[in-house]
Structure formats: structure tokens, C-alpha cells
């Protein structure tokens, strides 16, 4: 099935370019052409299995592509291993939370603010002051994200002592705390109640306030629909439609996706 554009041409932040790749002979992405506006929020959605979660492995790093092109800003970052992706400014999250248990809450959101000043080993070696700088910086990072999230309070806590709503906070955290460009956040509703989606939304939308580009996949429509300016459907692992969500509620081939037709 051609892809359906819905929208006006904009400036794009991610494009992807005949994106594919096969498991055991199975087209999990196949021939993938998609873009992510600058600012705002995308979702990306689609049936169980449309190839949503591989298509974040691809970009990020974390999986290598059998064929096609993804450009960040314009620059040319496939194949690029994570931590590549990651200094460029593409940060995520996971569908299942990551966490060191062994760490507080503070010191875990420090990992992802810890790429500002982790760069050169002898600095660090040496704490030259140069380096405790950067880490002073990465530490007001971290406790902003910490603030912006709700959990400032938290910030001295065992992860342990955090429930799973504020594990999903803490992590999304971290991601901020890597000052990112583009943030992907896969799943980032599973798991929470209605109050703790709603919370969700909140964020989010003061996130892209501020000027960082977020691109969400979640299987929860209200959310999607409540905070997305645009939304890209796939299905079989391409993409079938894109527009706002007022026109994907209404679009034939994504009803049909959905319920099999």
C-alpha cells in the first residue's frame, strides 16, 4: 500500500529513507519513508507487530538497518553505534524500565547527564577542574530534570522506594537530563493508571514547551490523541498514513489496520 501523506512539507528534525530489516525472513520494516517534524510531538502508532520498537532500534543505534537512510539535522547517522546517536543529541527511553538499584534516584539521572563530562578518561582520572565543573553542570542538570518530572524530592531516595509511576518519571529523567534534541520515549504510558497517563500528558507537553522535539510510541489513544500534533501509522512494517490526530480518528486504511479489514 502507497503511503498516504496528510500533512503540509516541514522542517524535519529525523527523516528516514527506505528503512528496512528482516528477521529469520520476516520484513519486520520494509521500505520505510517517515520524518519527524522540528518541535512538537510526533507519535508514531500501528498494530501489534507494525515494526513501531524496531524502527526506534534502528534509529538509535541499537539495531542495524538492511537497507535505507536516517538522517539527524541532516546529518547522515546510520549505523552509528547508540552512544554515537546519543552524542548527537537522540536520546530514549524503553518500553521496560531501566534502572540501577544499587544507586539513588539522583545518582541514576546523572548517568544520562553524565555525556556533558565523561568524554576523555585522564580528566576524569585526574578530577581536574575542568572536570569537577562539568560534573557541577551535569549535577544541576540532573536535579532540573529531577524537578521537572516531580521527583526533586526523591532526589537522595533508593530507587527502590520509588513506585513504578515514578520509575517511568525517573527514567524520562535521565533522558532529559542528556539535553536532548530529539527525544524518543517508547511505551512511556505502559503500566501507569488513568491519574498517572494524565500526569504523563502534562509533562510531555511542558517537555516540547520548551523546545525539545519528542517522538512517542504508546499503545494508550487518548494520550496520543490528547498530546500529538501529528501522528504516522504503520502497519506490516510501512508507513500507511500521517496527519494530525483529528485526521488519522477518520482515516480508512488506519480503521481497517486495526480491526483487520
Known amino acids: 500500500m502507497p503511503r498516504r501523506v496528510l500533512s503540509n512539507p516541514e522542517v524535519r528534525v529525523l527523516t528516514v529513507e527506505g528503512l528496512s530489516k528482516t528477521f529469520f525472513k520476516l520484513k519486520a520494516v520494509d521500505s520505510l519513508e517517515l520524518g519527524v517534524k522540528e518541535g512538537g510531538i510526533t507519535a508514531l502508532i500501528g498494530p501489534n507487530g507494525a515494526g513501531k520498537t524496531t524502527t526506534f532500534n534502528m534509529i538509535t543505534g541499537f539495531l542495524k538497518p538492511d537497507s535505507g537512510r536516517i538522517r539527524l539535522e541532516g546529518k547522515d547517522i546510520t549505523g552509528r553505534r547508540p552512544h554515537g546517536v546519543a552524542r548527537l543529541g537522540c ?17 541514576n539521572v546523572l548517568i544520562g547527564a553524565s555525556r556533558a563530562y565523561c568524554h576523555r ?26 524537578e521537572l518530572v516531580g521527583l526533586d524530592e526523591a532526589a537522595g531516595s533508593p530507587v527502590a522506594a520509588l513506585g513504578f509511576g515514578q520509575l517511568r518519571l525517573m527514567e524520562i529523567a535521565r533522558a532529559l537530563a542528556a539535553s536532548p534534541k530529539l527525544l524518543l520515549l517508547d511505551e512511556p504510558g505502559a503500566g501507569l493508571n488513568s491519574r498517572e497517563v494524565e500526569d504523563l500528558a502534562a509533562l510531555l507537553k511542558a517537555v516540547s514547551g520548551r523546545g525539545i522535539t519528542i517522538f512517542i510510541i504508546d499503545h494508550d489513544m487518548q494520550l496520543i490523541m490528547d498530546i500529538s500534533d501529528t501522528v504516522i501509522v504503520m502497519d506490516r512494517g510501512t508507513c500507511i498514513a500521517r496527519g494530525t490526530p483529528r485526521q488519522i480518528q477518520t482515516d480508512t486504511a488506519v480503521i481497517a489496520a486495526y480491526l483487520g479489514g
Do not use: C, H, K
Open 91 to 107: 536520546i530514549r527511553t524503553f518500553q521496560g524500565v531501566e534502572a540501577f538499584t544499587g544507586m539513588n534516584v539522583l545518582d
Open 121 to 146: 578518561i585522564l580528566p576524569a582520572l585526574g578530577r581536574t577542574p575542568g572536570y569537577r565543573r562539568r560534573e557541577r553542570q551535569a549535577r544541576s542538570q540532573a536535579m532540573a530534570a529531577l
